[in-house]
């Protein structure tokens, strides 16, 4: 039997940025894309290649964009999963207050 654990996905474009908050302990993978984040009061920004994650440290806002390669289209989306941590699975999340509108729930 196969537990799957759940997780959202979504798209961010090169011309935009996508804030979220109260995502301590979630796990952040770069999907088919590379991306930039920013965790507010960490001091660095992180760089994530397709199939990097990132564990979020902080409690503050995260700040996540595409970072497109130099010899690539400027305009082709970069796809985000996010993960809650294990320990939280249970928690009934509320969602439309969380994440971006184009959110899609429950990844493999």
């Not at 961010?12 to 088919?32: K, P």
């Not at 390669?69 to 993960?83: G, K, S």
Request: positive net charge; charged residues 20%; glycine residues 6%.
């Amino acid at each position: 039997m196969a537990i799957l654990l759940p997780c959202i996905e979504f798209e961010t474009s090169a011309s935009e940025a996508v804030s979220l908050q109260r995502i301590a302990g979630w796990t952040l993978t770069a999907v088919g894309a590379r991306l930039w984040l920013t965790e507010e009061n960490v001091g660095r920004d992180i760089w994530l290649r397709p199939g990097d994650r990132h564990v979020v440290v902080g409690a503050g806002k995260v700040v996540v964009e595409s970072w497109p390669a130099t010899n690539a289209a400027a305009d082709l989306p970069a796809r985000v999963r996010l993960a809650p941590p294990t320990a939280r699975c249970r928690r009934r999340w509320n969602l439309p207050s969380l994440w971006p509108r184009q959110a899609v729930i429950g990844c493999n």
